[in-house]
């Protein structure tokens, strides 16, 4: 199975900008759907951006539309997350993968990387 690795993370101060990337160990399918995901302390893994491999129109939660962009270059194998003007609640570990749907449910997705710290403080 592809291995996923997540680098990018760590500690901003609130209105800053950071970029995650996603590296895949090899090319995804075509038919992919690379998903943005995070987790905060005692809450649920929730759907933050997705993007399918072959292109096409992203999608985003409600929350981070208008500051974060996801991209992928299909010559590098990654994925990226473009974080704008980062807010506290913004805080979370973040979770690359990969499924097979056009879904915003975390159980879609059949890979994952191990995730990175993103901390916004103000």
């Known amino acids: 199975q592809v291995q996923l690795v997540e680098s990018g993370g760590g500690s901003v101060q609130a209105g800053d900008s950071l970029r995650l990337s996603c590296t895949a160990s090899y090319r995804p399918y075509s038919s992919s759907v690379m998903g943005w995901f995070r987790q905060a302390p005692g809450r649920e893994r929730e759907f933050v951006a997705l993007i399918r491999w072959r292109g096409g129109t992203p999608l985003y939660a409600d929350s981070v539309k208008g500051r974060f962009t996801i991209s992928r270059s299909t010559a590098t194998y990654q994925t990226y997350l473009q974080m704008d003007n980062l807010v506290t609640e913004d805080t979370a570990v973040y979770y690359c993968?990969?499924?097979?749907?056009?879904?915003?449910?975390?159980?879609?997705?059949?890979?994952w990387g191990q995730g990175t710290q993103v901390t916004v403080v103000s």
């Open positions: 993968a990969r499924g097979s749907h056009y879904e915003t449910d975390p159980r879609s997705y059949v890979n």
